[in-house]
């Protein structure tokens, strides 16, 4: 079915949302509508590996990290969701250029109504980053055209409005979808912004190169604890990032047997 710029298909009991292409812009598997059916959206939320804040391991520790989060992108609202239902501390605000997505999102992919921790800006990101204030700990950049390109969401300005916009504990994530073979110079801006203090996953089996930049408080995480947390983060939401952890190992990723940038 089509919605204008919008086509919605269906395969194998999984919904996917595109933007008049072929391009898969999103996915919700529909017996489970609230998981991270892509593989590249699972790694976008692999930041919280990456703070001691961001899990509860106990009944006595409640989780603080993010405590709130930016993103740049809706698509069919999977980053969204998983975030809302499962980050109970977390305010988060969307920004979306085309309020068609909003209205697709809402309407076939089960994305919730705006409330108290949830709010939805029909904006573009670029204008939205340079003019707005306040910090955030958590940016994720997922947007795209229906040629899966990103335009200015790709430039050394943006990169360097975003650092400005992170806290002292904050951390951007990009999607670099479009750009698997060619991201070297993508990631190069990313890593001017940030001085360097970047880390690109291996590319998912669909081209995605999820790429984290760091502002502020290191990220200095060993094996050991990576593995626990990815542990915990199962137990607590359903995401398993075990395996993303063991190609991090294999893919040499790892300084010192450590996820350090």
């Given amino acids: 079915m089509s919605f204008g710029d919008i086509d919605i298909s269906e395969e194998s009991g999984v919904r996917y949302l595109h933007f008049g292409s072929e391009w898969v812009q999103g996915a919700m598997r529909i017996r489970r509508p609230y998981d991270l059916e892509l593989a590249y959206t699972r ?9 001691d804040d961001a899990l509860a391991s106990g009944p ?27 980050l109970p501390q977390t305010k988060l605000t969307v920004v979306e250029i085309n309020p068609a997505v909003w209205a697709a999102a809402q309407q076939f992919f089960k994305l919730p109504e705006e409330d108290a921790r949830l709010r939805i800006e029909v904006a573009d990101g670029v204008d939205f980053i340079a003019q707005g204030r306040g910090y955030y700990d958590y940016i994720l950049v997922d947007g795209y055209d229906e040629d899966a390109k990103v335009g200015l969401l790709d430039s050394l300005p943006f990169y360097q409005a975003c650092w400005s916009r992170l806290s002292e504990s904050g951390l951007l994530v990009a999607n670099m979808f479009g750009r698997s073979r060619k991201y070297g110079p993508s990631l190069s801006r990313l890593a001017e912004a940030f001085d360097q203090r970047v880390f690109a996953f291996p ?42 952890v063991t190609q991090l190992e294999k893919a040499g990723k790892l300084t010192s047997n450590a996820l350090v940038f």
């Fill in 43 to 51: 790694e976008m939320m692999a930041g919280l590996l990456m703070r």
């Fill in 60 to 86: 006595t520790h409640s989780p603080r990290w993010p405590r709130n989060a930016l993103l740049i992108g809706l698509g069919a609202g999977s980053l969204t969701k998983f975030m809302h239902r499962h």
């Fill in 203 to 244: 590319p998912c089996d669909s081209g995605n190169v999820v790429a984290f930049a760091a502002r502020g408080e290191a990220v200095n995480v060993p094996l050991p604890v990576l593995r626990e947390r990815a542990a915990i983060l199962r137990a607590n939401t359903g995401l398993d990032l075990r395996t993303t």
